[in-house]
């Protein structure tokens, strides 16, 4: 260090001293800066208060909208899940019901078809029975007309051989087939031996009708 140097730093040192010696003895005298701070330093304070505040009222309605923008995605997300759940509710519930009318539709085609069957076997039936009785009245028709055919053949005998033995009578007025079988045969027993050589169904026929008269 020179001795300029020196001197200098002795002069500083001693101006600080009675500076503050003078402050001391005088507050009065202190400097504007001293009493009322360094104006520099409060304008800086209040620029970066400033800047705060401008930095809040823009991060305010940003951070507003970015709220409001993260809940109504989420809300249409939810309501958008909503929908294809309810999409898909539908669609399960239009699947079971389509499920429900097939097997509906099934169960009536093979109600259907059981019912046409039994129809079916029930005509089948009714038609056998039905062949069955016609058969057999046709048989019993036949029967009877055999049996008439063989009837009248044995009338027609009786009635050749009375006619032929001189047994014919004819019937007078007031004659019932009972009066002339107790004439010719001395009982009623002779009712049905007239009537059937006759072929007579009535308990007496008119006058001048000519019978035969079968011995006994």
């Not at 503050?20 to 208060?49: A, D, F, I, V, Y």
């Not at 048989?139 to 047994?167: C, S």
């Not at 007031?174 to 006759?198: M, P, R, V």
């Amino acid at each position: 260090m020179s001795q300029e140097d020196y001197r200098e730093k002795i002069e500083e040192h001693r101006q600080a001293i009675t500076i503050k010696s003078e402050q001391e003895t005088n507050p009065s005298r202190m400097t504007r800066r001293q009493l009322h701070g360094n104006p520099n330093k409060k304008k800086n304070h209040k620029n970066r208060l400033l800047t705060i505040l401008a930095i809040i009222f823009i991060l305010l309605p940003v951070s507003t909208l970015l709220y409001f923008g993260y809940f109504d995605q989420k809300k249409n997300s939810e309501k958008a899940e909503i929908d294809r759940g309810g999409v898909q509710i539908e669609t399960n519930d239009d699947s079971q019901s389509k499920q429900a009318t097939k097997t509906s539709n099934s169960e009536e085609n093979t109600l259907t078809k059981k019912e046409q069957a039994e129809r079916e076997k029930a005509e089948k039936l009714a038609a056998e029975k039905k062949a069955i009785k016609e058969k057999a009245e046709r048989e019993k028709a036949k029967q009877k007309e055999k049996e008439a055919a063989a009837a009248k053949e044995k009338q027609q005998q009786i009635y050749n051989e009375a006619k032929a033995a001189g047994r014919l009578y004819n019937v007078k007025q007031g004659e019932t087939i009972e009066s002339i079988a107790l004439k010719f045969y001395g009982s009623d027993a002779g009712i049905a031996i007239i009537k059937e050589a006759n072929g007579i169904t009535a308990d007496s026929v008119p006058a001048g009708t000519i019978i035969a008269i079968p011995a006994q």
